[in-house]
């Protein structure tokens, strides 16, 4: 699994709505608070005289997640601390869960069935761990993998496609 190192980029609103650009990157896999230090001491640094307010313009390494501009604080901090336990996998099941941080982690685990480089792939493996001790060897090679993943993610299973092509399975119960 691919290391992630989630990161907010953090402005100064004072200085936005005059003309200049000016923020701080900030990790996001902290305690929110440490965050909001962070936060408190870029605005003071800032070019405008107090200087108040901020929004997140930027992210980086959230993997599905998407930070929005006035995400709060606690909700990032959350978002960063799923994306270094789980990866890509938990954000881009967040975006097909209707957005719901409360339980997401739970709803995450109970679901989430693996990485497959396809759903063909994730079908032999099920086929195989369920049915082929059974199965006798010289009949092995006509069973139709494809029809059974066809049939796996009409109900049963859902995917979501892994930046690098390939997916995370999801059961459906």
């Given at each position: ?146 029809s059974f993943a066809d049939d ?22």
């Open positions: 699994m691919e290391d992630y190192n989630p990161r907010i980029y953090v402005a100064c609103l004072a200085a936005y709505n005059n003309g200049k650009l000016f923020g701080k990157w900030i990790d996001a896999d902290q305690d929110p608070d440490d965050i909001l230090k962070e936060i408190k001491e870029m605005l003071k640094e800032s070019p405008e005289p107090d200087a108040e307010e901020w929004a997140i313009h930027d992210y980086e390494e959230f993997g599905g997640f998407e930070p929005k501009e006035l995400e709060s604080i606690e909700d990032a901090a959350e978002m960063a601390r799923l994306t270094f336990e789980h990866g890509e996998a938990i954000g881009l099941f967040y975006m097909n869960d209707v957005y719901d941080l409360d339980g997401l982690e739970s709803r995450f685990e109970d679901a989430y069935a693996g990485y497959y480089a396809s759903e063909i792939e994730y079908a032999e493996d099920l086929f195989d761990e369920i049915y082929l001790s059974g199965v006798p060897e010289n009949i092995q090679c006509y069973i139709d993998y494809k796996l993610f009409c109900g049963d299973c859902f995917s979501l496609d892994a930046a690098d092509g390939g997916v995370y399975v999801f059961s459906n119960y």
